[in-house]
Nanobody, 123 residues
């Protein structure tokens, strides 16, 4: 079983920033973040291949969220700026299940998930 360590969630006011961090016990070529708000389906937020400079983002977070990785390592980060109340959700780190053509928010089906970290944005 893959172990995940996630951190960085919290409560902020609209316009604020948070940085999520995640490390795993297993290396994944594709890593990123999903989120799930109450009453809504889980959605992919950002995905990034190890060694790539090009990430893929959910349209609603483009220009506000930035995903990054330490090359060759089992971790991923996401800086979230200009947060909005609609960003309120449980955020899940995820890894695996994708290659070069499928490590994107539309196609990615992760091999495993973390336990999640809560993000709450107040207006």
């Amino acid at each position: 079983e893959v172990r995940y360590t996630e951190s960085g969630g919290g409560s902020v006011q609209a316009g604020g920033s948070l940085r999520l961090s995640c490390s795993t016990s297993e290396y994944y070529f594709c890593m990123g973040w999903f989120r799930q708000a109450p009453g809504k389906e889980r959605e992919a937020v950002a995905a990034l291949l190890d060694g790539s400079s090009t990430a893929d983002y959910l349209d609603s977070v483009k220009g506000r969220f930035t995903i990054s990785r330490d090359q060759g390592k089992n971790n991923v980060y996401m800086t979230m700026d200009n947060l909005k109340p609609d960003d309120t959700a449980m955020y899940y780190c995820a890894g695996g299940g994708a290659g070069t053509q499928t490590c994107n928010v539309a196609a990615w089906r992760p091999a495993s998930w973390g336990q999640g970290t809560q993000v709450a944005v107040s207006s």
